[in-house]
């Protein structure tokens, strides 16, 4: 199986959507920096997350993103310093072979929490590679039939 090969079977349809939300979509609008690709995947009303630092004890994390325009200006910076730095004909294979969903679970049918995990190595244009290793946490509502991130914690460590 390719990292581009969505692994859930098509009997598991919720879990084969939002690995494809989080995955292809968020992974294809990060390097073209494209926010509005996203924006329809997140609760802007309630949107809040947190920012791990990657400190392993919850008494060092910060309300990183108070809403989802602060998210969204991180988002689009990030997007914009990798795009810079980094190799683009080999950016979206290392983005794929670096992220997974670890796992999904679902809670009285409106409710569910995607486990995110980001290990790999960012191919430089120098021909060099920068190390990345994390995971985010993203609680997820429906909302008008569609699963919407309403917060995450991010950035813990693996």
Known sequence: MSPFDNPFPASDAQRRSLWEAHMRIDIDAFIAGDWDAVAPYFDAERFIALDAGGAQTPADWTIGFPDLAAYRTSW???SQQTLA??????????LFSGAEIARIDFYGGDTAILHKVFDGKLPLRDGSHEPYSWQSVFTLRK???DWKIVSFVGYLPR
């Open 85 to 94: 730095k980094a190799d683009p004909e080999q950016l979206r294979q290392a």
């Open 76 to 78: 689009l910076e990030q």
């Open 143 to 145: 909302s008008g039939g």
